[in-house]
């Protein structure tokens, strides 16, 4: 057996770069859902922006009048903290909420008692004891409701999906036609690619989607017929049918080529043979919107998983050069097929500059293997995750909203677990300042993120229009599960199976037609670094 070779200083800092976004030719909220499944978690499309909500009716002057004398006493309010309170005398404008709408919040003050729905405007009297936020004005067009979104847990890092659900006001708005988009991005598995999608939707919320997926060492399709589900008086269900066939290395198998503290896995072919996977399959969904707040996504998904050393051969290996498994059955190749079930809740609220000031985006769900075929696999995986908005009264540079945004996520596989099917954790959606997969691979995961976001300078440029900070700290673990996945990988490469990464980002907005750039800086525990850029907040 060849022994591992390493070249380089420990552990390179591994970059994040350009994700491009070239046109996009129509609004569309939901065309996001059927993005190709091999995608990076923090690759993200400029995508399509969601129609805005009706427009709540002003005063002359577009100034606000209060309904609700001030019984919780005069307070002052901070620039950075969007929750004024009520004024002193009905009928008067509080110079306090014309400061507010000259930050872009326009909250219109009245007590409700049951939790607030898209179509309503509502506000929480201030508690002069907990000093309560008051709730946006989400009728306004100052603002937009985002309905539920999807949480992909599915093996540990995850990212936001818009899933295909439309208010009765969006399926009026919803512009038909042909629609174009194009991203690219050099990750460690992939290296260089591009990822363009085509598109055609109808006014009844029909869409039929295409991407394709090529570059250095990927190659792949998602071909998917989408009918959104409509909420309201009239809901209707919605439904997704798909094929897919996706053809690239992974990263549970890989490391950066000067990384010597991590081992990387080959094939039993020679040297620099490492494991491609390829998925071959397709998928059916329902959308069944409960309420306002919530979709119920049950689905089933066939896959044909065969480990191969290049995208275009006949040869499949079920072991690595050392004899590790890297397939359940001996020829190399798995029939996977799973059902699921998914509950989504969240509701998050958006300024004019599509900032999400607060909100809540969840999910918890299971998918059950069904043993057919090669490789007979049976498990049952349990997925949930929580992100939290939360307007806040700290510092900023400018005017502008200031949020803290908390998310964890757990899971946990019992049964069979394959080495392409454990939980991967480390890089930009999972510990930023660690290549993606180098924190662990496990049967089990927690993984836990903070940050805090706020105003740094508004900009008159044609370049872009505003600058936001972040600060953040991400952390992940595998509870000591690695030993529990076929083939154990991370014990073979050496992985930690914790991590914890800290670091400050920039946000520039109004970018044209990408809207916002990304520039993050992280440290680990292990004292590596790392520099990502791309488009699109994380979450």
């Given amino acids: 057996m060849r022994p591992h070779s390493h070249q380089g200083s420990k552990h390179m800092n591994p ?176 290296r260089w690619y591009l990822r363009p999608t085509f598109g055609v939707r109808t006014e009844s919320g029909n869409a039929v989607q295409l991407e394709l997926e090529g570059g250095e060492r990927t190659l792949g399709f998602d071909l998917s017929y989408t009918q959104a589900a409509i909420t309201g008086e009239d809901a209707s269900v919605g439904y997704q049918i798909a094929a897919f066939n996706q053809r690239s290395p992974d990263n549970v198998f890989l490391v950066d080529e000067d990384d010597d503290d991590l081992n990387e896995i080959f094939l039993p072919r020679g040297d620099d043979h490492i494991p491609w996977v390829h998925r071959l399959g397709g998928r059916f969904r329902l959308f069944v919107p409960a309420s306002e707040h919530l979709v119920l996504v049950p689905g089933i998904t066939y896959q044909r998983v065969s480990i191969r050393n290049r995208a275009f051969t006949d040869r499949t290996f079920s072991r690595d050069e050392d004899g590790n498994r890297l397939t359940l059955s001996d020829t190399g190749s798995d029939d996977l097929l799973t059902v699921s079930l998914f509950a989504q809740l969240g509701a998050v609220y958006r300024d004019r500059d599509e900032i999400i000031v607060r909100g809540t985006r969840a999910q918890l769900g299971t998918e059950q293997a069904i043993p057919i075929g090669d490789g007979d696999i049976s498990f049952n995986r349990l997925t949930g995750g929580i992100v939290q908005y939360v307007p806040a009264n700290l510092f900023g540079f400018s005017e502008g909203p200031r949020t803290f945004v908390l998310s964890g996520l757990a899971g946990t596989t019992f049964g069979d677990v394959p080495p392409y099917e454990g939980f991967n954790l480390g890089g930009y959606s999972s510990v930023r300042g660690y290549g993606r997969g180098d924190v662990g691979t496990g049967s089990s995961f927690v993984q836990l993120g903070a940050e805090y976001r706020f105003p740094i300078a508004e900009i008159d440029s044609s370049w872009f229009s505003r600058i936001r900070g972040v600060m953040f700290v991400d952390f992940a673990s595998d509870l000591g599960s690695d030993d529990d996945v076929v083939g154990e990988p991370a ?42 850029f791309g488009v699109g907040e994380r979450f």
């Fill in 491 to 532: 014990r073979v490469r050496n992985k930690p199976g914790d991590g914890f990464g800290f670091g400050v980002g920039l946000r520039f907005g109004g970018v044209p037609v990408v809207d916002v750039l990304r520039f993050d800086y992280a440290l680990t525990d292990q004292g590596d670094g790392a520099f990502y």
């Fill in 15 to 190: 970059q994040k770069l350009p994700t491009l976004a070239i046109s996009r030719l129509a609004a569309m909220p939901w065309a996001s859902v059927a993005l190709l499944l091999v995608a990076p978690s923090g690759s993200i499309a400029a995508l399509p922006k969601s129609p805005p909500s009706p427009t709540a009716e002003t005063t002359a002057g577009g100034s606000i009048v209060s309904q609700v004398p001030n019984s919780a006493g005069d307070r002052s309010s901070n620039p950075g903290d969007p929750s004024p309170t009520p004024v002193s005398e009905a009928g008067t404008v509080d110079p306090r909420l014309q400061r507010l709408q000259r930050q872009d919040l326009d909250i219109e003050p009245f007590s409700i008692e049951r939790p607030p729905t898209p179509t309503e405007n509502s506000s929480m009297v201030a508690d002069p004891e907990n000093r309560r936020f008051a709730q946006f004005d989400v009728d306004s067009d100052e603002f937009e409701f985002v309905g539920p979104g999807q949480l992909t847990t599915y093996r540990g890092p995850f990212s936001i999906e818009k899933l295909p659900v439309l208010t009765p006001t969006q399926l009026e708005d919803l512009d038909p036609g042909f629609y174009f988009d194009i991203t690219g991005d050099r990750p460690r598995d992939k």
